[in-house]
């Protein structure tokens, strides 16, 4: 698993599959039939609870300048992306987990997603460059 450093901290998962999983134990079966395809299990996070509520950091208090730009636009503009990490935040303090893996190709975004759908993730979405996709 990806470790929850500064250093592996993104503001914004660019170029990632992030999805909401129900349960711990769900979201490690996920992890292993990613592995299983071929996905670098070192790249693939699994946050859950308050540490994954501290690194995935939804408010922007614990990351530094860029992160608070970031995550008060997505305040302000008051569109998905807010709604989205109110999702996240409330779903880690639930005791869900939310998975993000890296999908670089069209080919691996369809793996990521067909497997996290295979284990009825939620919330699936493919974060791009300048955009987001539902999956």
Known sequence: MLAH????????????????IDTKMEADEVCCDLMNAGFD???????????????????????GFLTKVVRTWQRVAQGEE????????ASLKEGHVVLSVPALTDIARGK????????????????????????
Do not use: C, M, W
Not at 5 to 20: D, G, L, M, S
């Open 41 to 63: 299990n070192s790249k693939i996070d699994e946050s859950v609870g308050t540490e994954g509520l501290e690194f995935l950091d939804p408010d922007g208090v614990n990351h």
């Open 82 to 89: 807010l709604a989205y990490l109110k999702r996240v935040k």
């Open 5 to 20: 450093t500064k250093k592996n901290f993104e503001t914004y998962p660019t170029n990632r599959v992030v999805a909401i």
């Open 112 to 135: 990521v997603t067909e497997i996290l759908q295979s284990h009825h993730a939620q919330d699936i979405r493919f974060y791009g460059r300048f955009h987001v996709e539902h999956l």
